[in-house]
C-alpha cells in the first residue's frame, strides 16, 4: 500500500485510482468555479487541500500529466472569465486561485506533447505574480517570480526565437525588479535591471520597457525632493537615455523608433528637471537645447518653456526668461495650466519688478486664446504673495488692483464660474484686510473696492456688498475721509440695515465731533433686529477714546436699562455703573450725576443682594470697596468744600455699601459703617448752618437713630488700639468726639432727650478716646451759643481743667481760657450768688500761678484774672462789708503780684489797700 493511501483515509476507502480521484474533484471544484460567479470564500482552500493530497501522489502518467494540464488551464480561464465579469474586483482569493493553477500546471511542466510546457508554467507564474504585486503582497509575488524564474534558466537565451518567450524573459525580470523595489532592496532591483540588457533581443520595444522602467525609478527618486538622492535619479535616467540610444541605432523601421523618440525626449525632460532641483542650470539648457535642435524632430513639450525660464531666472538673465515667457503668449499649444504656472514662476522669482510683466504677459494671454477664470485667480494669487510682510506688498497689491480691474479679466468671471469668482473675491477681499491690520488703510480700501467687482448685484449677494461697503467705511475712517465714510455706510444702510451700520454712523458722529447725533444714534440702537447690548459698552469706549465723556456717559447709561429686563448681559451691571462713575469723578462739576448713579448702584443692590451686585469672592469684594471707598472719597471732598448735602448723601451711601455683607470682612466693614455715618450727621448739621434752616424733628430723631447704630462700636472701640487686636476695627478718637459733638447738639433739639446730655458728656470723658482738647471744645460749644447747657459747660470745662493740670507739662494757655470761662459762667448764670465759689476760682488760678516762671501763665489773662478780682471789691469798698471787699482786693494784689508788668497796678493797690485799711479803722473809732 502507498504512503498517501496510508495517511489518507479517505483513499483506502475508495476502491478506485486515487490520482483519478483527485482530478474528479478538482474537476468538480472547477465546474463550480465554472457556474457561479464568485466563488465562494472555501473554493480556494478545497482545490489547495485537493492539490496537496495530489502532490504526495508523484510520479504521474503522461496521460494525468495531460489531465492535468487541461484542468490548470480550465481553472485558469475560469479566472479570467471571473476578472473580466464587469463588477467584479481583483482580490486574495481570485489571487490564491491563480496560484493553485500555476502549482496545479507546475505538477506536469515535463509533460510530452505540449510544445515549451516550462515557458507556459513559467507565465502562469509570472502573471500570477503580477496580480499579487497588485495586492502588495510582495512576499507572495516574488515567490511566484522565482519559480517562474528557475522553470526558464536553464534555456539558452540564444535558442529562444519564440516572440513571446522573448517577452517574457524580460518582463520577468522587470516584475522582479520592481517588487524588489518596493520591499526597498534596491540592490537587487537594479542588479535585476541590468540583467535584462541580455534578453532584449534587438527589439525596440524592450528597449522601451526596459528605458522606461529605469526612468520610473528614477521619477520615483526624484519625487522625494531630496538634493543627495538627485544623483541616484539622475544615473538611472542616464541608463534610461542609454537605452534609448541604443535602441534607436539598432532598429530601423521609423514606426519602431517613434516609442523610443518619445521616451528619449521625455527622459531628457526629466533629466533637466533633476538638474534643475540642484541648480545645475547649465545642464539644464543644454537638455533644453538637445530637445529643441533634434534632426527634424526637435521637441515642442509645453514643459522645455517652463525649464527653459526657470534655468534662465537661476542664471540671473531675466531678460531671457522673459522671452521664454513671452514666447509662452505666442505658442498656441502650450495648455493654459503650464502658462499660469510660468506667470506663476517667473513673479516668484522676479519679485515686485516682475509684477507688471506678470500683468502684461497675462492680460497678452487674454488676446490670443481662451483664458479662465480659474486661471486668472491663479495669476492673481502668485502675484499678491505672501501677505503684507513680503516686500513690496504694496506694490503688487497696486498691480493686481489694475490686473482685476480690466474689464477683460471681469467679463472672465461672467456667466457660471460661480466657485470661481468667489475665490477670486476672497483672494482680494483677504489681501486687502492684511493690509488693514497692517494700517494701510489707502491700499486696503482700493482692494476692497476691487473685490466688489467680483460681487453680482443679485439679491442674494446684498449681505456681501453691503459686508464690503462696511470695511470700506471702516477704511476711510481710518483715513479721516469722514464724507466717504459716511457715504458708503448710507449705501451698505440700504442694503442691510443692522447693529453695524448703526455703529458705524455712530464713530463718524464722534470723530465729526457731532455729539448730539453721536447721542441719538446711541438711543436708536436698540430698536436693531440685531442689536446686542455689547455695542452700547463699544460705543462707551469709543466716546471715551474721542474724549466725548457726555456721548460714554449717554451710551453707558441706555445700557443700564436693560439690566432691569432680567436679560443675560455679557458684563456685569456694577461693572457699567463703576464705568459710568470714573468718567464722571473726573469732573467735580458732575457731583450730582455721581450720586444719581451711586444712589441707583445703592438700589440695585437692595434688590439683589451683595452678591447678586457685587459678584462673589474677591472680584465682589474689590467692586464693593471700590463704589464704598469713591462715595468716601467724595464725601469727603464736598465736604470741605462746604457742600455738605451733598457730602451728606455720598457718606450715607458708604455706609451702605460698607455695611454689605462679603466674605466675612464685617468687623473692618463695622468700622468703616460706623465712621460714614457719624461723618453723615455731622455733614447734614453742618448743612442746617450753612443754609441757615432748621431740621425737622422727625430729621432730628432719624439722625440720632443712626448715631445710635455707631454707638456700640464706639464703646467696643474706645479702649484704642491693641497689640493683639486687628488694627482695622480701631476707630480714631476723633470720630468718637465727631459723635459725641453731633450727639449733643441732637439731643438739645428735643425735649425728652435732655439728661441725656450730661450722661453723653460724662461716657466721652470717662473714654479713653478722651482728651483735654476735645473736652475744651465741647465745654466751650455747650456755654454758648441758643443750645448751651451750664450744667455740661462746667462739667467739661472742670473735667478738662483736672486733666490738663495732671499733666506732667500741662497747657497753661487752655487753663487760663478754661479759668477764665468758668469765671465767667458763675457770673453770667449764678449772678454772683455763690461770690465764695467764684472766690475759689480766684483762690485756684493763684495757686497755679504760684511757682511759674515768669511769663509761663499767659501774662493777659493773669492780668484779667487780677484787674477782674480787684474790680469786684468795688461793691463792697462802697457799700461794704470791709471784710468782702478786703478778702477781693487781696486776692487781686496777690494775683497782680504773679504778673510780669503789673507792678506800678500792684504799687497803686498797695496804697488803695493801707488808705482803705486807715478810713476803716477810722470809723470802726467813731
Same mark, same amino acid.
Given at each position: 500500500?502507498?504512503?498517501?493511501?496510508? &495517511? !489518507?483515509?479517505?483513499?483506502?476507502?475508495?476502491?478506485?485510482?486515487?490520482?483519478?480521484?483527485?482530478?474528479?474533484?478538482?474537476? !468538480?471544484?472547477?465546474?463550480?468555479?465554472? &457556474?457561479?460567479?464568485?466563488?465562494?470564500?472555501?473554493?480556494?482552500?478545497?482545490?489547495?487541500? &485537493?492539490?496537496?493530497?495530489?502532490?504526495?501522489?508523484?510520479?504521474?502518467?503522461n496521460s494525468v500529466k495531460l489531465n492535468i494540464w487541461k484542468l490548470s488551464y480550465r481553472l485558469w480561464n475560469a479566472c479570467v472569465d471571473l476578472s473580466n465579469a464587469s463588477g467584479v474586483k481583483l482580490n486574495d482569493e481570485h489571487a490564491k486561485l491563480r496560484q493553485v493553477s500555476a502549482d496545479l500546471l507546475f505538477l506536469a511542466a515535463d509533460v510530452t506533447g505540449i510544445p515549451s510546457p516550462a515557458f507556459k508554467s513559467?507565465?502562469?507564474?509570472?502573471?500570477?505574480?503580477?496580480?499579487?504585486?497588485?495586492?502588495?503582497?510582495?512576499?507572495? #509575488? &516574488?515567490?511566484?517570480?522565482?519559480? +517562474?524564474?528557475?522553470?526558464?534558466?536553464?534555456?539558452?537565451?540564444?535558442?529562444?526565437?519564440?516572440?513571446?518567450?522573448?517577452?517574457?524573459?524580460?518582463?520577468?525580470?522587470?516584475?522582479?525588479?520592481?517588487?524588489?523595489?518596493?520591499?526597498?532592496?534596491?540592490?537587487?532591483?537594479?542588479?535585476?535591471?541590468?540583467?535584462?540588457?541580455?534578453?532584449?533581443?534587438?527589439?525596440?520595444?524592450?528597449?522601451?520597457?526596459?528605458?522606461?522602467?529605469?526612468?520610473?525609478?528614477?521619477? *520615483?527618486?526624484?519625487?522625494?525632493?531630496?538634493?543627495?538622492?538627485?544623483?541616484?535619479?539622475?544615473?538611472?535616467?542616464?541608463?534610461?537615455?542609454?537605452?534609448?540610444?541604443?535602441?534607436?541605432?539598432? =532598429?530601423?523601421?521609423?514606426?519602431?523608433?517613434?516609442?523610443?523618440?518619445?521616451?528619449?525626449?521625455?527622459?531628457?525632460?526629466?533629466?533637466?528637471?533633476?538638474?534643475?532641483? *540642484?541648480?545645475?542650470?547649465?545642464?539644464?539648457?543644454?537638455?533644453?537645447? =538637445?530637445?529643441?535642435?533634434?534632426?527634424?524632430?526637435?521637441?515642442?513639450?509645453?514643459?522645455?518653456?517652463?525649464?527653459?525660464?526657470k534655468a534662465w531666472l537661476g542664471v540671473g538673465r531675466f531678460e531671457e526668461a522673459e522671452k521664454e515667457l513671452k514666447g509662452m503668449v505666442v505658442n498656441k499649444g502650450i495648455p493654459e495650466a503650464v502658462w499660469v504656472s510660468a506667470v506663476e514662476l517667473y513673479f516668484q522669482a522676479v519679485g515686485t519688478a516682475g509684477a507688471e510683466t506678470a500683468k502684461g504677459i497675462f492680460l497678452g494671454l487674454l488676446g490670443r486664446c481662451h483664458v479662465s477664470a480659474g486661471a486668472a485667480t491663479r495669476v492673481v494669487h502668485r502675484v499678491i504673495g505672501d501677505g503684507v510682510g513680503s516686500e513690496g506688498s504694496k506694490v503688487r497689491a497696486?498691480?493686481?488692483?489694475?490686473?482685476?480691474?480690466?474689464?477683460?479679466?471681469?467679463?472672465?468671471?461672467?456667466?457660471?464660474?460661480? $466657485? /470661481?469668482r468667489t475665490s477670486m473675491h476672497s483672494l482680494l477681499w483677504n489681501c486687502? #484686510?492684511?493690509?488693514?491690520?497692517?494700517?494701510?488703510?489707502?491700499?486696503?480700501? /482700493?482692494?476692497?473696492?476691487?473685490s466688489l467687482l467680483y460681487v453680482p448685484h443679485a439679491t442674494e449677494n446684498r449681505n456681501l456688498r453691503a459686508k464690503g461697503y462696511r470695511v470700506l467705511c471702516l477704511c476711510h475712517l481710518g483715513l479721516s475721509q469722514l464724507k466717504r465714510a459716511e457715504e458708503y455706510i448710507d449705501e451698505a444702510e440700504k442694503l442691510e440695515p443692522n447693529i453695524a451700520c448703526a455703529f458705524l454712523k455712530f464713530k463718524i458722529y464722534l470723530q465729526k465731533n457731532e455729539?448730539?447725533?453721536?447721542?441719538?444714534?446711541?438711543?436708536?440702537?436698540? +430698536?436693531?433686529? %440685531?442689536?446686542?447690548?455689547?455695542?452700547?459698552?463699544?460705543?462707551?469706549?469709543?466716546?471715551?477714546?474721542?474724549?466725548?465723556?457726555?456721548?460714554?456717559?449717554?451710551?453707558?447709561?441706555?445700557?443700564?436699562?436693560?439690566?432691569? !429686563?432680567?436679560?443675560?448681559?455679557?458684563?456685569?451691571?456694577?461693572?457699567?455703573?463703576?464705568?459710568?462713575?470714573?468718567?464722571?469723578?473726573?469732573?467735580?462739576?458732575?457731583?450730582?450725576?455721581?450720586? $444719581?448713579?451711586?444712589?441707583?448702584?445703592?438700589?440695585?443692590?437692595?434688590?439683589?443682594?451683595?452678591?447678586?451686585?457685587?459678584g462673589k469672592g474677591e472680584v465682589g469684594t474689590r467692586e464693593r470697596n471700590w463704589l464704598a471707598m469713591q462715595s468716601w472719597n467724595i464725601g469727603l471732598r464736598t465736604g470741605k468744600e462746604k457742600n455738605y448735602e451733598l457730602s451728606w448723601n455720598f457718606y450715607m451711601l458708604a455706609s451702605g455699601f460698607y455695611g454689605a455683607m462679603l466674605d466675612g470682612e464685617m468687623d473692618r466693614d463695622n468700622v468703616m459703617v460706623c465712621?460714614?455715618?457719624?461723618?453723615?450727621?455731622?455733614?447734614?448739621?453742618? %448743612? /442746617?448752618?450753612?443754609?441757615?434752616?432748621?431740621?425737622?424733628?422727625?430729621?432730628?430723631?432719624?439722625?440720632?437713630?443712626?448715631?445710635?447704630?455707631?454707638?456700640?462700636?464706639?464703646?467696643?472701640?474706645?479702649?484704642?488700639?491693641?497689640?493683639?487686636?486687628?488694627?482695622?476695627?480701631?476707630? /480714631?478718637?476723633?470720630?468718637?468726639?465727631?459723635?459725641?459733638?453731633v450727639a449733643y447738639d441732637l439731643y438739645s433739639r428735643l425735649s425728652d432727650t435732655g439728661p441725656q446730655q450730661l450722661h453723653l458728656i460724662k461716657s466721652f470723658a470717662g473714654s479713653k478716646s478722651c482728651n483735654p482738647r476735645y473736652l475744651l471744645q465741647i465745654g466751650l460749644i455747650s456755654s454758648d451759643g441758643p443750645r448751651s447747657n451750664l450744667e455740661v459747660a462746667t462739667y467739661a470745662l472742670n473735667t478738662c481743667l483736672s486733666s490738663l493740670l495732671e499733666s506732667q507739662s500741662p497747657d497753661y494757655g487752655s487753663v487760663a481760657q478754661i479759668m477764665r470761662k468758668l469765671i465767667n459762667l458763675s457770673a453770667v448764670y449764678k449772678a454772683d450768688t455763690d461770690d465764695d465759689a467764684v472766690y475759689g476760682m480766684y483762690r485756684q488760678a493763684y495757686r497755679i500761678m504760684v511757682g511759674l516762671k515768669e511769663g509761663e501763665y499767659p501774662i493777659e489773662e493773669g492780668k484779667w484774672l487780677a484787674m477782674t478780682a480787684w474790680n469786684r471789691a468795688a461793691l463792697a469798698v462802697r457799700m461794704g462789708p470791709a471784710s468782702a471787699a478786703m478778702k477781693w482786693m487781696d486776692i487781686g494784689l496777690e494775683l497782680a503780684g504773679k504778673v510780669q508788668g503789673m507792678q506800678t497796678y500792684q504799687s497803686c493797690m498797695e496804697d488803695f489797700i493801707a488808705s482803705f485799711k486807715e478810713k476803716c479803722k477810722a470809723t470802726n473809732a467813731n
Open positions: 500500500m502507498r504512503i498517501a493511501e496510508i &495517511s !489518507s483515509p479517505e483513499l483506502r476507502s475508495n476502491h478506485g485510482d486515487p490520482q483519478t480521484h483527485l482530478l474528479t474533484q478538482i474537476e !468538480s471544484s472547477i465546474k463550480r468555479l465554472e &457556474s457561479q460567479l464568485p466563488p465562494s470564500e472555501t473554493l480556494s482552500s478545497d482545490l489547495r487541500l &485537493s492539490l496537496t493530497q495530489l502532490k504526495s501522489l508523484s510520479p504521474y502518467s513559467a507565465s502562469f507564474f509570472y502573471k500570477t505574480g503580477v496580480i499579487w504585486h497588485d495586492l502588495r503582497k510582495f512576499d507572495l #509575488a &516574488s515567490s511566484c517570480f522565482e519559480k +517562474a524564474t528557475d522553470l526558464i534558466s536553464n534555456f539558452d537565451t540564444a535558442s529562444i526565437s519564440d516572440l513571446d518567450e522573448r517577452k517574457l524573459l524580460l518582463n520577468l525580470n522587470i516584475a522582479r525588479s520592481r517588487t524588489a523595489w518596493e520591499v526597498a532592496d534596491r540592490n537587487i532591483s537594479i542588479t535585476l535591471l541590468n540583467r535584462s540588457k541580455t534578453v532584449l533581443f534587438g527589439l525596440s520595444e524592450n528597449y522601451c520597457a526596459l528605458a522606461n522602467q529605469y526612468l520610473i525609478f528614477g521619477k *520615483t527618486i526624484l519625487a522625494r525632493n531630496e538634493v543627495a538622492s538627485v544623483a541616484d535619479a539622475l544615473k538611472l535616467m542616464n541608463e534610461a537615455l542609454d537605452l534609448c540610444e541604443r535602441g534607436l541605432r539598432i =532598429v530601423k523601421r521609423s514606426d519602431e523608433s517613434l516609442g523610443l523618440k518619445e521616451l528619449k525626449s521625455k527622459t531628457l525632460r526629466f533629466i533637466a528637471a533633476s538638474h534643475l532641483q *540642484t541648480d545645475d542650470f547649465e545642464s539644464v539648457l543644454k537638455c533644453v537645447r =538637445v530637445l529643441r535642435d533634434g534632426d527634424g524632430d526637435s521637441d515642442n513639450h509645453p514643459s522645455l518653456s517652463v525649464l527653459a525660464m497696486k498691480v493686481v488692483a489694475e490686473l482685476v480691474s480690466d474689464d477683460r479679466v471681469v467679463a472672465l468671471f461672467a456667466g457660471d464660474v460661480a $466657485k /470661481e486687502a #484686510a492684511d493690509h488693514f491690520r497692517s494700517k494701510d488703510y489707502e491700499t486696503s480700501a /482700493e482692494m476692497f473696492e476691487k455729539h448730539d447725533r453721536a447721542v441719538t444714534q446711541v438711543q436708536s440702537m436698540s +430698536a436693531c433686529l %440685531d442689536f446686542s447690548p455689547d455695542f452700547l459698552s463699544l460705543s462707551a469706549h469709543e466716546a471715551v477714546a474721542c474724549n466725548a465723556l457726555p456721548v460714554a456717559v449717554a451710551s453707558l447709561s441706555v445700557l443700564l436699562n436693560f439690566y432691569s !429686563s432680567g436679560k443675560s448681559m455679557p458684563t456685569s451691571e456694577v461693572v457699567v455703573l463703576r464705568t459710568l462713575v470714573t468718567i464722571l469723578i473726573r469732573d467735580p462739576l458732575h457731583d450730582s450725576e455721581v450720586l $444719581k448713579y451711586m444712589k441707583q448702584a445703592h438700589a440695585r443692590l437692595s434688590e439683589l443682594g451683595a452678591e447678586g451686585f457685587f465712621k460714614s455715618l457719624i461723618l453723615a450727621v455731622a455733614a447734614k448739621i453742618a %448743612d /442746617e448752618k450753612e443754609r441757615n434752616a432748621t431740621l425737622l424733628e422727625t430729621e432730628v430723631r432719624q439722625a440720632i437713630e443712626l448715631l445710635d447704630r455707631t454707638r456700640k462700636i464706639l464703646l467696643s472701640s474706645a479702649a484704642g488700639p491693641q497689640p493683639n487686636i486687628d488694627q482695622t476695627t480701631y476707630i /480714631e478718637p476723633y470720630f468718637f468726639f465727631v459723635h459725641t459733638l
